[in-house]
């Protein structure tokens, strides 16, 4: 599959039997502690993260891994990301935003559609509930202004399994950011994963941390990108969920269908692949 976002001829947005859509953007896995849960990831996939960002009001920060879909191009712009409490912040803020994760898990994940505005329309017409389209911008210090879209949804859909669409515009992709590697992150970088709610920049990576021109497909700290190898969803509703992933990750490609298991509760899971072998993340239990 060609590399989403480089120079490759374009794709048809539609799943592949991973269950990975050509829109797949990040994948996002919630830690009931930063510090403690970025060194458990790291410890069980023998990956490196980066420092991402604050997330004021939010209550929460995030560490960023370089994630690569099987069969996809090392300069593809996707990424994980792993978010947790700030403890520079009021506990109390991070406890509403991860409720329910008392273990690392996997929280949620978006998609990049070619058109937000599109998508959204096709959402509105099947009945999909995908929440409500945020403008966000923030002033860069050189004077400069970012401006990117998201959806939200409180709470997840279908426990996270539906993703939420972003639209990054003109502001620098994340996993574009951790290629580069160098420089200041707080004036290179664009916001800070703001679909939990990190309307900041991406501060707090030293270009120490994240080394020196890195590599496409290599972490700033000289390791290889972990791989996703699929997503498989799950809910007690199976042509439900498919046909929201359809409308919401398929952008109605011809032939784009996805593949639900029947389940008592909702969500999906991530295998991923890295340095340590196969790491599976699994949304909690929980009933809609």
Same mark, same amino acid.
């Given at each position: ?12 947005? /539609?799943? $592949? ?7 797949? #953007? ?29 997330? !004021?009001?939010?209550? $929460? ?16 712009? @996707? ?23 008392? /273990? ?5 994940? %978006? ?12 959402? #509105? ?25 998201? @959806?939200? /949804? ?6 996270? +399994? ?6 990054? +515009? ?13 420089? #200041? ?7 800070? $994963? ?15 941390? $994240?080394?020196?021109?890195?590599? !496409? ?18 809910? !007690?509703?199976? %042509?439900?969920? %498919? ?9 109605? %490609?011809?032939?784009?269908?996805? @593949? ?22 699994? @949304? ?5």
């Amino acid at each position: 599959m060609p590399a989403r976002g480089g120079e490759s001829e374009a794709v048809p947005a /539609r799943p $592949t039997a991973s269950g990975i859509p050509s829109t797949f #953007d990040h994948l996002v896995v919630a830690v009931p502690e930063l510090a403690a849960g970025v060194a458990e990831f790291e410890e069980l996939t023998g990956a490196k993260s980066v420092p991402g960002g604050s997330h !004021p009001g939010r209550g $929460t920060a995030n560490h960023l891994v370089p994630l690569i879909p099987r069969g996809w191009g090392a300069d593809s712009l @996707t990424y994980l990301e792993i978010l947790g409490p700030d403890p520079a912040q009021d506990p109390a803020l991070a406890a509403a935003q991860l409720a329910g994760f008392d /273990r690392m898990a996997a929280q949620r994940w %978006a998609v990049h559609p070619d058109d937000l505005d599109a998508t959204v329309a096709a959402a #509105d017409e099947a009945g999909v509930d995908y929440g409500a389209v945020f403008d966000m911008a923030r002033d860069t210090p050189e004077g400069g202004r970012l401006e990117w879209r998201l @959806t939200r /949804r409180a709470p997840l859909a279908y426990g996270g +399994a539906q993703p939420f669409l972003i639209d990054w +515009a003109e502001s620098p992709h994340p996993a574009r950011t951790l290629r580069q590697g160098a420089g #200041d992150p707080a004036s290179a970088a664009g916001p800070s $994963t703001p679909e939990a709610g990190g309307f900041a920049p991406e501060t707090g990576a030293s270009a120490s941390e $994240t080394g020196s021109a890195a590599a !496409p497909g290599v972490s700033g700290a000289g390791e290889a990108a972990l791989t996703l190898e699929r997503l498989e969803f799950f809910a !007690p509703d199976p %042509a439900a969920l %498919a046909a929201a992933l359809g409308v919401l990750a398929a952008s109605g %490609a011809d032939g784009g269908s996805f @593949t639900v298991e029947e389940a008592a509760c909702p969500g999906f899971r991530a295998v991923l692949a890295g340095p340590r072998g196969e790491t599976v993340l699994e @949304t909690p239990v929980r009933q809609e």
